[in-house]
């Protein structure tokens, strides 16, 4: 059974750092593997997707990295900023479209 | 573009009424979803639908109904709210070129 982790459940930084949020999967058949931001009181938001066949995917600041073998992907965040703060959510999907959701990491960007 | 639009936003419900929830995509999205988000839960997923006319249940389906009469629309309903039903439903949809997931902006239920 297909269980995503995500370490640190809280991370508190000051503005201006880069900052590095995991997502581990223990098992590698996954078809793809997409990253949520989600404001308080508000819905998700994707950030990037990164399909089985990839390594990473770019977007502004946001890199996302996925190692299959590995069980793991890393959200990079470069130049932080109190819009940033926020909480991030991965999630896997099987072949059948089944999506296993991590439990976040709640993220605050100090000015 | 719209994207995918939830109704209604706020609701509240006295236990025993019933109530259903709107979902639609103009995405021609086939997989359509729904989920309930309560704090320290994380986001459970309620029913599903991967096309018209098709629903399953997911890993909390107990109380709700759903219905996928047309492809763009998603229905969630509860035919005797309980307490326990109080949460925020997320309704997301994705198509299958990409697998990417889209989602409402969420409907906020109280159940006294």
């Known amino acids: 059974k297909q269980e995503v982790t995500q370490i640190p459940a809280a991370l508190s930084v000051p503005e201006g750092e880069n900052l590095v949020l995991n997502c581990s999967f223990t098992?590698?058949?996954?078809?793809?593997l997409q990253w949520f931001r989600q404001d308080p009181g508000k819905g998700l938001t994707s950030l990037l997707l990164?399909?089985?066949s990839q390594r990473e995917q770019t977007s502004g600041r946001l890199n996302a990295s996925l190692d299959k073998s590995s069980g793991r992907s890393t959200l990079y965040i470069a130049a932080s900023q109190p819009g940033d703060s926020a909480t991030y959510l991965c999630a896997v999907s099987d072949s059948n479209y089944q999506l296993i959701w991590g439990a976040g990491t709640k993220l605050i960007i100090k000015p | 573009n719209a994207g995918v639009t939830q109704t209604p936003k706020f609701r509240v419900l006295k236990t025993g009424q019933s109530m259903t929830l709107l979902c639609a995509q103009d995405m021609n999205h086939e997989y359509m979803y729904w989920y309930r988000q309560d704090p320290g839960m994380g986001l459970r997923l309620i029913h599903y639908?991967?096309?018209?006319?098709?629903?399953a249940k997911g890993e909390v389906p107990d109380g709700y109904n759903v219905s996928r009469l047309k492809k763009q629309n998603f229905l969630l309903g509860l035919e005797s709210a309980a307490p326990s039903q109080t949460s925020v439903y997320f309704c997301?949809?994705?198509?299958?070129?990409?697998?990417?997931?889209?989602f409402g902006e969420g409907s906020r239920l109280t159940v006294l």
């Open positions: 639908s991967v096309g018209e006319g098709t629903t």
């Open positions: 098992d590698s058949a996954i078809y793809n």
């Open positions: 997301a949809s994705r198509g299958t070129a990409t697998g990417e997931l889209f």
């Open positions: 990164i399909q089985s």
